[in-house]
């Protein structure tokens, strides 16, 4: 029997519960909220097969390469899953400004300065490692840079929208897709020639079609990643960058990285150029995930087969 696509997955939660989240976090603050907060949790973690099976399974082969003596068990996926409760509160923190320059270790942003500087869009590829809400909500306030989010999940739109509630004057636009098709190719075009940015995530497999895929080695095993960003980046014909944000003892380090200046995929050699880009990316991912692997957000099968998982509601 398949297993269901991370995207049909239900969620765990709801708008009003996001919204709930939002007012007890101003009237609580982060210390009181947690304490209300951890036996929530607590259950999701207990209940959760799936995630939680997912969380150990991540955490356990990243133990493996790294060749630890001790393998991750049920505490360990516990600090998982609160982590990814606490990244909610630093998205929160960043659209209300309570995270300052004065928090921030930026990495080669001069390079960022400089795509500033030149007037040219570009696409930016992240991931579900460490908090990409935090690089958005910052970068734009000190670059004034209009940044295109696209997001794939209703969830992820509403979980958004409550953001921008609180700061509605921060110059993000969120674009729900279900696919990479030329319509959508067509509008970004005109965004990048507009000198904004493109941002998407490569490390989650399409909602729609399956074996749109490249099988690429990541921590030691083959994992499938979406053609579609790439393939993507390759038509808006425009330099692509690599983003990621990791916390650290409430730090936060953004990592922004060269990663082409245009790709290109010739038409004789397009599946093997391709395979190339997309491990280059995998490589990246991998090396900062092993950095913070309690900052791996996908709480799904990562190496599931894409032809074997249902995108069926």
Known sequence: ??????????????????????????????TGLWIVLFPVVFYFYCTG???????????????????????P???????????????AFDKIDAWTGRISAQDIDYENHALFEQLQNSGQGAVFIGSHLGNLEVCRALSVGRYQVKINVLVFTHHAVEFNRTLQKISPNVNVDLIQVTDMNPELAIILQQKIDAGEVVVIVGDRT??????????????????PFSQGP???AAVLDCPVYLLFCLKHKNRYRVI???????LTLPRKTRQ??????????????????LQAPYQWFNFFDFWQKDDCVSRDD
């Open 256 to 262: 922004f990285e060269s990663f082409a200046e245009q």
């Open 230 to 232: 790439f393939i993507l």
């Open 73 to 87: 068990g049920f505490w360990q996926g516990l600090k998982h899953f609160m982590s990814f409760a606490d990244s």
């Open 1 to 30: 029997m398949a297993t269901k696509h991370w995207s049909k997955m239900a969620e765990r939660g709801s708008y009003l519960g996001m919204r709930f989240l939002l007012l007890s976090y101003r009237v609580l603050g982060r």
């Open 49 to 71: 097969r799936v995630a939680r099976t997912a969380s150990l399974d991540f955490l356990r082969r990243v133990a493996q390469y790294q060749h630890q003596t001790t393998q």
């Open 206 to 223: 399409s909602t729609s079609v399956s074996q749109r895929v490249s099988y690429c080695d990541f921590l030691g095993a083959p994992a």
């Open 272 to 289: 093997a150029a391709l395979q190339s880009v997309i491990q280059r990316y995998a490589d990246r991912l991998a090396f900062f995930s």
